[in-house]
């Protein structure tokens, strides 16, 4: 099954609030990311959070983490036309089995946004 | 501004045809990636460099190929004998060498879109 899943749409307000969801499989991961996509362009990163915090804010987003349930929430604040884009959620782990010496990053579907004046 | 430049930004091939697609970063990245990403699909990892002269498979290589001869450059071919070869293509390069602590930052190129005629 997969490593990391999330919802693929999510729609609101322009001015609500968005609350993208995600979850993961594997209980050693260390570090769990969120990168917007916009269209035709490749990735960026928003935030990421170490496993043993359960919440991050940077200005308009907040990221909570709930370890033993194995879920990562990205909450956008007053969401504007211009945040519409895909999402993606990932984690690194450093389990044997998955090669991860690397730290690579294990990328859920991406969730796409659309917000609505 | 350092970076990664991926070329060309779009790309038509012929069936049969090899194509090379470019990705030079000058962010002195020890590491870099080629993942293919595809609608509803999310990302999937190609092949991956942790050194020059160094690589290895992901879990989709069947049909592609990479080098890694200078720190800067990992270019990616994707061969005749990739049956699906229409999709975007996303070069990334991070910092981090080996897992075990600190987070695994991914930055990304603008990406390649193929298309097979």
């Known amino acids: 099954g997969e490593d990391v899943e999330q919802s693929l749409f999510l729609s609101v307000r322009e001015g609500d609030s968005s609350v993208i969801n995600c979850t993961y499989t594997d209980s050693s991961s260390t570090y769990l990311y969120w990168y917007k996509q916009e269209p035709g362009a490749g990735l960026q990163l928003l935030t990421y959070?170490?496993?043993?915090?359960d919440m991050k804010q940077d200005q308009r987003l907040t990221v909570l983490l709930n370890k033993k349930d194995k879920h990562l929430s990205l909450r956008i604040a007053d969401t504007q036309t211009g945040d519409s884009a895909i999402y993606f959620c990932a984690e690194t782990s450093h389990r044997a089995d998955r090669g991860s010496t690397l730290g690579r990053l294990y990328f859920g579907r991406g969730t796409q946004l659309t917000v609505w004046p | 501004d350092g970076g990664i430049t991926q070329s060309p930004k779009y790309l038509f091939r012929k069936e049969g045809q090899n194509v090379t697609l470019s990705c030079e970063q000058n962010l002195n990245h020890d590491a870099m990636y080629w993942y293919r990403q595809d609608p509803g699909q999310g990302l999937r990892l190609i092949y991956y460099?942790?050194?020059?002269?160094?690589?290895q498979k992901g879990d989709i290589a069947e049909g592609y190929s990479v080098s890694r001869e200078k720190k800067e450059s990992f270019p990616l071919t994707v061969t005749s004998a990739q049956k699906n070869p229409t999709a975007f293509y996303l070069c990334?390069?991070?910092?981090?060498?080996?897992?075990?602590?600190?987070?695994?930052?991914?930055?990304f190129g603008a990406g390649s879109r193929l298309t097979v005629l």
């Open positions: 460099s942790q050194i020059v002269n160094d690589f």
């Open positions: 990334a390069s991070s910092a981090k060498f080996q897992g075990g602590s600190g987070a695994n930052v991914l930055t």
């Open positions: 959070i170490f496993s043993n915090m």
